[in-house]
């Protein structure tokens, strides 16, 4: 568990699509309902150092029975001898406050939604900082989750059994590989010793989701990691 600090109303509002300054009203449910989602959250998170090795199927990942498919993993964990595995959560409460609120207000609800998502994004972030205060990593490579690029969101699953998931954080997946609750993320992060093409070129041209990125009309996500 952790404390879950102000959520970034200006990245909540790009989820919510607005291009440069939100207007009036999205700024005064942003204010109106900030606090309110703050209060309900309960986020968690769990992660797992593991070893990162490649062959002909894919790239294996000790301590999962899957291999990771794909070219774009592959890419993107080059050069990578460990990784870490990172499963994160704002609580059901989130799922929970969505619905009731698009109960009576379907733009509050949206302003909830995205709110949200800005608090898990926040979330990572804090998780990665803790992580990596103790965990050895001279360079890292930003999150990668199944479902972005070529690697299949059926993985899912075998992150979640990596990490013991269900138990620890209380997240579960779907039969369609959905995460519940829905505003949770899991995703690996590799480690190695120098850096990496992709790492001394961040930005939008090296992320794996360029062209397929709600934020790329609009200047970019700004994570740099």
């Known amino acids: 568990m952790m404390t879950l600090g102000i959520i970034s109303k200006a990245e909540a509002a790009r989820y919510m699509g607005v291009k440069g300054e939100p207007d009036k009203a999205v700024r005064e449910l942003l204010d109106k309902y900030e606090p309110i989602v703050r209060a309900k959250l309960r986020p968690a998170y769990v992660y797992r150092e593991t070893e990162v090795s490649f062959t002909a199927d894919g790239v294996q990942i000790a301590g999962m029975n899957a291999v990771l498919t794909g070219e774009d ?88 059994l990596a990490l013991n998931a269900q138990r620890r954080i209380g997240l579960t997946v779907t039969e369609n590989s959905l995460l519940v609750p829905s505003k949770s993320v899991t995703a690996i992060i590799g480690i190695s010793q120098a850096p990496s093409a992709q790492e001394l070129k961040r930005g939008c041209e090296s992320c794996n989701m360029r062209g397929r990125c709600a934020f790329s009309e609009n200047g970019g996500c700004g994570r740099k990691n």
């Not at 460990?82 to 698009?102: G, Y």
């Not at 804090?126 to 930003?142: G, K, L």
């Open 73 to 160: 993993i592959r890419r993107h964990l080059a050069g990578c001898g460990r990784a870490v595995l990172l499963a994160a959560t704002v609580s059901a409460e989130a799922d929970k406050l969505i619905r009731q609120t698009a109960v009576t207000d379907m733009a509050a609800a949206l302003a909830v939604d995205c709110l949200c998502s800005a608090a898990v994004e926040q979330v990572c972030e804090h998780a990665e900082e803790e992580i990596f205060s103790e965990v050895d990593a001279p360079f890292r490579t930003w999150r990668f989750s199944p479902g972005y690029g070529d690697l299949p969101i059926a993985l899912q699953r075998d992150f979640l």
